[in-house]
């Protein structure tokens, strides 16, 4: 059955109205759909719905509810992902992915070893990233779209660490802990925000490694062999998700 997701001011008590231009197209001219058939709906913020199409023209498709039930698909750990800026089309799988993982948020960071340096023209790209995280929601049924943000340097991304319970990044030179290891030391406490540090094509950088750990972010391997950056932050989440998730 079909995702799409409304605004809570696009709900009353017992329908829905669907007013998104590219919406409507793709439901009514796209999917064919007609009045009688079943859709879900998420308001984006708690709820999902099952509703039936009962009225369908070019300025909205309204919906009666069937059933309402709070999101069933959204994980309980709070993931944040701060992904090296890579090469050009690794973005669009980094995202998509990391959507269907379950990461509510993701923010690209320019590293020091960043192939692609911000000329100014990056944030033209976020809207792209942003279609992509919504479709692939819609995919997976996910009952949130997660945004990507702005781009952001490696000052600006320490600067936002503080406000998750944990930070971690896996890192090609830790030789000491594993990431099932720094997740099994989480045992007993009550961890709900977490920000997975992703380098570049590179790598981290010393510098910067050093500076990660002297914010309190906790360096972790994800095994003997080097791992792409797309790779990096689909393993370290879904890991995470695995041993984390309630």
């Given at each position: 059955m079909r995702r799409f997701f409304v605004t809570p001011d696009a709900v009353s008590d017992e329908f829905i109205r669907i007013t998104a231009p590219e919406d409507i197209s793709h439901i009514s001219k796209v999917l064919r759909m007609k009045v009688g058939d079943i859709l879900d709906i998420s308001d984006s913020v708690r709820w999902e719905y099952n509703c039936e199409i009962i009225e369908i023209n070019d300025e909205s498709i309204v919906l009666r509810i069937l059933d309402k039930q709070s999101f069933?698909?959204?994980?309980?750990?709070?993931?944040?992902?701060?992904?090296?800026?890579?090469?050009?089309?690794?973005?669009?799988?980094?995202?998509?992915?990391?959507?269907?993982?379950?990461?509510?948020?993701?923010?690209?960071?320019?590293?020091?070893?960043?192939?692609v340096t911000d000329n100014g023209k990056y944030d033209k790209k976020v809207k792209r990233y942003n279609t992509i995280a919504q479709e692939a929601a819609k995919q997976c049924k996910r009952g949130t779209i997660p945004e990507v943000l702005s781009a952001v340097d490696f000052n600006g991304m320490l600067k936002s660490l503080d406000g998750f319970d944990k930070v971690i990044f896996p890192y090609e030179n830790e030789e000491k802990d594993t990431l099932k290891k720094v997740l099994k030391s989480f045992e007993g406490e009550d961890i709900r925000n977490i920000a997975v540090?992703?380098?570049?094509?590179?790598?981290?950088?010393?510098?910067?490694?050093?500076?990660?750990?002297?914010?309190?972010?906790?360096?972790?391997?994800?095994?003997?062999?080097?791992?792409?950056?797309?790779?990096?932050?689909?393993?370290?989440?879904?890991?995470?998700?695995?041993?984390?998730?309630?």
């Amino acid at each position: 059955m079909r995702r799409f997701f409304v605004t809570p001011d696009a709900v009353s008590d017992e329908f829905i109205r669907i007013t998104a231009p590219e919406d409507i197209s793709h439901i009514s001219k796209v999917l064919r759909m007609k009045v009688g058939d079943i859709l879900d709906i998420s308001d984006s913020v708690r709820w999902e719905y099952n509703c039936e199409i009962i009225e369908i023209n070019d300025e909205s498709i309204v919906l009666r509810i069937l059933d309402k039930q709070s999101f069933a698909r959204e994980p309980e750990i709070n993931i944040t992902l701060f992904q090296g800026v890579p090469k050009q089309g690794k973005m669009e799988t980094i995202v998509q992915k990391n959507t269907e993982l379950g990461v509510i948020e993701i923010v690209p960071v320019f590293m020091s070893r960043c192939v692609v340096t911000d000329n100014g023209k990056y944030d033209k790209k976020v809207k792209r990233y942003n279609t992509i995280a919504q479709e692939a929601a819609k995919q997976c049924k996910r009952g949130t779209i997660p945004e990507v943000l702005s781009a952001v340097d490696f000052n600006g991304m320490l600067k936002s660490l503080d406000g998750f319970d944990k930070v971690i990044f896996p890192y090609e030179n830790e030789e000491k802990d594993t990431l099932k290891k720094v997740l099994k030391s989480f045992e007993g406490e009550d961890i709900r925000n977490i920000a997975v540090v992703i380098g570049p094509e590179g790598g981290f950088s010393d510098s910067e490694a050093q500076r990660l750990c002297e914010s309190g972010a906790l360096s972790a391997s994800l095994g003997k062999t080097i791992l792409r950056t797309e790779t990096a932050g689909i393993v370290a989440v879904a890991m995470i998700m695995y041993e984390m998730e309630l």
